[in-house]
């Protein structure tokens, strides 16, 4: 059933566990089952869960691939676009610079994926100057 997030979270729920089961917690693949399962939550208006989720994952990629990994920095795009998502401007512009810094030096300033990361920042910046607020 396409575009059945219900269907989807129960399927990458499911992805999570065996992968945990088969590959504990501390390994690349269940961050990539939290950040599936992350997105998806926050696809569904559970934004506070999504960030838990998408937190986890990249506690893991930090402690797995070091904290200049580019999948570390992928993955504070991806939490700070959720928090963007919940109004939390403050801490969606931590992130995005944390990942603009991890994707220049791992993929270069010219790559496509950290000028995406530069928009963000400044975009987040950009909201937070204009609504003059920090995390709500």
């Known amino acids: 059933r ?4 219900v269907c989807a979270l129960v399927a990458y729920r499911q992805a999570l566990a065996i992968t945990v089961d088969l590959c504990g917690e501390d390994h690349q693949n269940s961050a990539t089952a939290h950040i599936n ?7 569904q208006g559970d934004l506070d869960v999504g960030i838990e989720e998408i937190q ?4 893991v990629r930090k402690s797995t691939l070091g904290k200049q ?3 570390v920095g992928r993955a504070y795009t991806i939490l700070g676009s959720l928090h963007s ?3 939390e401007l403050q ?3 931590e992130c995005h610079k944390k990942s603009v810094d991890i994707l220049t030096n791992s993929l ?3 790559n496509n994926e950290t000028k ?5 920042i400044q975009m987040a910046n950009d909201e937070v100057a204009e609504k003059g607020v920090g995390n709500e």
């Open 69 to 71: 990994h580019v999948d």
């Open 2 to 5: 396409k575009g059945d997030l």
């Open 85 to 87: 998502m919940a109004g």
């Open 108 to 110: 270069g300033a010219k």
């Open 37 to 43: 399962v992350g997105r998806i939550l926050a696809s």
């Open 116 to 120: 995406s990361a530069k928009q963000k």
């Open 91 to 93: 801490a969606a512009a």
């Open 56 to 59: 986890q994952a990249l506690t």
